[in-house]
């Protein structure tokens, strides 16, 4: 029995909602093609995961915090001879660790599931396992749709019924640095349309001068709840739209809910939540708070989590942006399979940093170039 995409949507319950619910280290690209499912001799899935230290090239440099590395583990699923694959980056603020997520990983149990277009079985047995585990569960997630993408032959945008041309400009992140530092990132960002400046370190007009000084293109700033007035907070808002940026991002603590309200009802330009809104509940809680979301899957559990997120808040009437953690371009890939359903992307965390074992997405004049590939469309390097 061949499978084509109509079987595998009958599969996993997606026909009428658009949503994919769902041994050796090898080529991303190897054992792709349609195969057959049904049979009692088919194996189960077999789960595989390594730690893998995401380098940086530069000091990441938050309002908060400081780093030159990430923990990351890199996650295989594989069935009957074909491989998915999948990835948890952790920074600190997720609150897990190399530790967490393999306490996570080792306790699941793939080998039960025979049919690995089952997705919404899997993941909801993932999800239920225990609570939290976000980036694990992530990694889970990932890999699962790599791998059913490779059985139907088809990258996962189209499985999900989305047009790649319709992807927007990636934003490329310069962090909170000195002005030569500033400068050389800015020079290194130029194939890129739009800018995303970190402020909230003490020096945000000096940021915002020095890239102004080299560059005339939209700016958006992400303060990770780095400013704790409002009335600071409505000021910077207004001389930030003189000076062209298009939206805040987190301009201060998620616990300042009332503060962030009346900030986003008086700015001259829409504040987006980042840190305060991780998942759906927090979409739905804070859905008047912000003007709109950034959407990670690290935040929320991976591709059908935030597929869910995306399609809730354009139905809410909120922006929509779709970001990443400092991760490998298979993560990163993955999200931007999502980007046709977002205003704004920022998807750079794979180029930030300097041992990426993949090749994915390329940014091609500013713009997210989705791989051709069936599944995510990675390939391994």
Not at 85 to 92: I, T
Not at 312 to 335: D, F, N, Q, Y
Request: with cysteine; glycine share 8%; net charge neutral.
């Amino acid at each position: 029995m061949k499978i084509n995409k109509r079987e595998f949507l009958k599969y996993t319950g997606i026909i009428g909602t658009g949503l994919i619910t769902g041994k050796s280290m090898t080529s991303c690209t190897e054992g792709s093609g349609k195969k057959k499912i049904t049979g009692n001799k088919k194996p189960g899935l077999i789960l595989r995961f390594k730690p893998y230290t995401l380098q940086l090239k530069h000091s990441f440099n938050l309002a908060i915090s400081s780093r030159t590395t990430t923990p990351a583990i890199l996650t295989e699923i594989e069935w009957d001879g074909i491989t998915g694959y999948g990835e948890a980056s952790m920074p600190p603020y997720l609150g897990e660790s190399i530790e967490s997520v393999s306490k996570f990983l080792s306790s699941l149990d793939l080998q039960q599931f025979k049919n690995p277009l089952l997705i919404e079985d899997i993941l909801d047995y993932v999800e239920h396992s225990a609570p939290g585990n976000s980036a694990a569960k992530a990694s889970v997630d990932i890999a699962l749709h790599d791998l059913a993408g490779k059985i139907l032959d088809e990258p996962i945008y189209t499985l999900l019924g989305l047009n790649p041309e319709k992807a927007p400009d990636t934003s490329f992140t310069i962090g909170i640095d000195t002005p030569e530092i500033v400068k050389q990132k800015v020079l290194e960002a130029e194939p890129y349309k739009i800018l995303k400046v970190k402020l909230g370190g003490g020096n945000d007009r000096e940021m915002i001068d020095t890239v102004r000084e080299m560059t005339g293109k939209p700016l958006c700033v992400d303060i990770n709840q780095g400013w704790k007035d409002r009335n600071y907070a409505l000021e910077m808002a207004h001389w930030l739209n003189e000076k062209g940026v298009v939206f805040l991002e987190q301009p201060m603590p998620k616990e300042m809910v009332d503060d962030i309200a009346w900030l986003k009802e008086k700015s001259p330009i829409p504040v987006i939540g980042d840190e305060a809104i991780q998942n759906l509940s927090d979409l739905l809680k804070y859905k008047d708070v912000y003007s709109g979301v950034n959407v990670k899957l690290m935040k929320c559990g991976g591709i059908r989590a935030a597929y869910i997120m995306l399609k809730t808040a354009r139905t809410l009437g909120l922006k929509t942006m779709i970001g990443c953690m400092t991760e490998t371009s298979c993560a990163v890939t993955a999200a931007a399979h999502l980007c046709p359903l977002t205003y704004w992307c920022d998807l750079d965390g794979n180029l930030l940093i300097s041992n990426d074992p993949f090749e994915g997405i390329k940014i091609v004049e500013g713009k997210v170039t989705l791989p051709n590939g069936a599944g995510i469309g990675i390939r391994k390097i």
